[in-house]
């Protein structure tokens, strides 16, 4: 049986919807895969802010105690 044009803009339809659907699943893998690595830079970040101060602390604690 021929498909009528009704059926051709269906197909069509599906196929942009499946489009569609592929496209989000990407981004939201590409999107888990950017916070999962903002997260990692966020940690490094507040492990080097806290070093700082530790050693920032420490060497004030120096210099107060020496002078």
Do not use: W
């Not at 196929?15 to 989000?24: S, Y």
């Not at 990407?26 to 916070?35: D, P, R």
């Not at 966020?42 to 806290?50: D, P, Q």
């Amino acid at each position: 049986m021929k498909p009528t044009e009704y059926d051709i803009l269906l197909a069509g339809e599906q196929r942009i919807l499946e489009a569609i659907q592929q496209l989000e699943a990407e981004y939201h893998f590409h999107l888990g895969a950017m916070n999962t690595e903002l997260e990692r830079v966020r940690e490094a970040i507040t492990k080097c802010s806290l070093s700082v101060v530790h050693v920032s602390d420490n060497i004030d604690g120096k210099f107060k105690s020496n002078t």
